[in-house]
Nanobody
Framework: QVRLLESGGGLVQAGDSLRLSCTAS????????MGWFRQAPKKERELVMA???????HSADSVKDRFTISRDNAKNTVYLQMNSLKPEDTAIYFC?????????????????WGQGTQVTVSS
C-alpha cells in the first residue's frame, strides 16, 4: 500500500520560514517524480514545485525565488523549504508522486497523493 505522509505545516508570521517533508512508503521512490501542490480555500489545486527522478525542477513563478524543493532518495523523502512566507501562501499543501514521469504541473499525471498539511501565514 502506497502512502505519502506530509509533515511540517503550521501557523507562522509573514516573513518566516517552514520546511515541509513528505515521506513515501510502499513504492520504489527513485521511480517517481515528486511534486508539492497547494490548495487555498475556494481555489483550485496548483503546482508549487516538482522534482523529477533525475533532479530537474519545475516551479510556480510565485514561489521561484523563495521556495526550494529537494529529495533524499535514501530516506524516501521530498522536502519543500519555504522562505519569506506571505499570507497568500496560506493553503493546504499536498505531496504527490508521478511514476516514471517528469516534474509535471499536471495534477492528472500524479498517481498518488498525501492527505495534506495546513500552512497558515498571518500578516
Amino acid at each position: 500500500q502506497v502512502r505519502l505522509l506530509e509533515s511540517g505545516g503550521g501557523l507562522v508570521q509573514a516573513g518566516d520560514s517552514l520546511r515541509l517533508s513528505c515521506t513515501a512508503s510502499g513504492l520504489i521512490f527513485t521511480n517517481y517524480a515528486m511534486g508539492w501542490f497547494r490548495q487555498a480555500p475556494k481555489k483550485e489545486r496548483e503546482l508549487v514545485m516538482a522534482i523529477s527522478r533525475l533532479g530537474s525542477i519545475h516551479s510556480a513563478d510565485s514561489v521561484k525565488d523563495r521556495f526550494t524543493i529537494s529529495r533524499d532518495n535514501a530516506k524516501n523523502t521530498v522536502y519543500l523549504q519555504m522562505n519569506s512566507l506571505k499570507p497568500e501562501d496560506t493553503a493546504i499543501y499536498f505531496c504527490a508522486a508521478n511514476e516514471w514521469g517528469s516534474s509535471s504541473s499536471q495534477l492528472h499525471e500524479y498517481d498518488f497523493w498525501g492527505q495534506g498539511t495546513q500552512v497558515t501565514v498571518s500578516s
